[in-house]
C-alpha cells in the first residue's frame, strides 16, 4: 500500500503543471497561458516593450522578464482591414528590415479554424539574442497580435510551452 501511494504521490509531483485559459478582452480572446506565467505589471510592460503602443496584456514567468506572451488589440480605421496575406506581408517587411533580425519563418497558417500570419525570428538585443514567435490576424475591425519571447539561451527548454500557448488561442 505505501509503495502504492508514494507511486502515486511521485507521478503527481512528476507530471507538468496544468495550462491556465486565460480570457482577455471580455472573452474576444482567450488562450492557454504556461502555468508558470503570471501577469505582468504596468511597470514590467513599459520595461520590456518601451514604445509609443505597448501591447494591452502581458505575461511572464518571473521578474527578469526573459520569457513573456503579449497580446495586442487594436481597431483599424473606418474602412475594411487589408486582407491577411497582405496585412502579414507588410508586417514582415517592417520586421524583416530591422537590424540584427534574422527572420525563420513567415507565411499563413491555422490556429484552429482561424488563419493566422506566423512570423518567427531571433532579434540580436543588446545583452542577449531573443526568439520571438509572432501571430496575426484580424476579426471584425480588429487586427489582435500575439507575440511570445524568449531568450536564445532557455528556447530550447522554452519553445514547446509557447507555441502550445501561441496555438492554443482563439479569436471572436
Known sequence: ????????????VALPAAAQQTELYDGGV?????????????DEITRKYPRSQPPQFAFTDGDGLTQTIAVSRWQFS???????????A?????????????????GLVEIGAR????????VQAVDQPIENLMRIT?????????????????YPEREEALRTAIESATVR
Open 1 to 12: 500500500m505505501r509503495r502504492i501511494a508514494l507511486c502515486l504521490l511521485l507521478l503527481l
Open 30 to 42: 482567450s488562450l492557454q497561458l504556461p502555468a508558470d506565467f503570471r501577469p505582468m505589471t504596468r
Open 78 to 88: 473606418p474602412g475594411s482591414p487589408p486582407p491577411l496575406s497582405d496585412l502579414g
Open 90 to 106: 507588410d508586417m514582415y517587411r517592417r520586421v524583416a528590415v530591422q537590424s540584427g533580425i534574422t527572420m525563420r519563418r513567415n
Open 115 to 122: 488563419q493566422w500570419y506566423a512570423l518567427e525570428f531571433t
Open 138 to 154: 484580424t476579426i471584425n475591425n480588429y487586427i489582435v497580435i500575439l507575440a511570445a519571447s524568449v531568450t536564445s539561451k532557455l
